[in-house]
């Protein structure tokens, strides 16, 4: 299940659409190339900067996520803002994004709290780690107390070089079929399945019925 969202603290921040300026025929939007994202890095150019290079355009719903982000870190109350926003700034999308991080706030970097938020389901609940996106989506940017949610009721966040307990679990078993009953090794999966996160009763249950585990070095 996905965590509750958060009410955002921002919720006063009034967004000041521009007038409309006088600009040429916008461009069709060109196909994403492979690799690009939504956090920015499709082009190497830093939209935010305030600076303009050449062509403005980008494919609107590239501009739409980025812009989203920015809404969801700052004003999550103001996101259904961002597509009159992108209506003032056609073919000009990249002008949009430069506006909204001046007066709302800077691009959120989505790809370092993506990885952080997958490393922590991983290490402590694997089956939530599809649900990254919808978790992120739920606190609307408010990642401090979306960790210290995951915390209270998981535990710490895990280290860059911790292994993960079930990595570790599945390591055990291995060796404790192998040791004991090498026919069932076929049965690891389901039997990680079945005890889900209750690591110490699958061993309970399997040193009750074989024996202890194998000393490993």
Do not use: W
Request: charged share 25%; proline share 10%; aromatic share 6%.
């Amino acid at each position: 299940s996905v965590e509750e969202p958060l009410e955002s603290k921002n919720a006063n921040i009034a967004v000041r659409r521009p007038p409309p300026k006088q600009r040429s025929p916008a461009p069709a939007p060109q196909p994403l190339d492979d690799g690009a994202s939504s956090s920015g890095e499709d082009d190497g150019d830093d939209d935010s900067s305030g600076s303009s290079t050449g062509d403005e355009s980008l494919p609107v719903h590239i501009a739409r996520q980025r812009l989203v982000s920015i809404f969801l870190e700052h004003a999550p109350l103001k996101v259904h803002e961002v597509d009159g926003l992108l209506l003032a700034y056609q073919g000009c999308e990249r002008e949009a994004i430069r506006y909204a991080a001046k007066h709302i706030g800077p691009e959120p970097d989505i790809a370092a709290r993506r990885l952080r938020l997958q490393r922590f389901y991983e290490y402590h609940c694997p089956a939530k780690a599809a649900h990254v996106d919808e978790v992120l989506f739920a606190y609307s940017g408010d990642v401090n107390a979306l960790f210290a949610a995951l915390v209270e009721k998981y535990g710490p966040e895990p280290a860059p070089d911790d292994a993960s307990p079930h990595d570790t679990t599945r390591r055990r078993l291995t060796a404790f079929i192998a040791t004991h009953c090498p026919t069932k090794i076929s049965a690891l999966e389901d039997m990680l399945l079945t005890f889900g996160p209750d690591h110490a009763g699958l061993f309970r249950a399997l040193t009750s019925k074989y024996g202890p585990e194998p000393v490993t070095a």
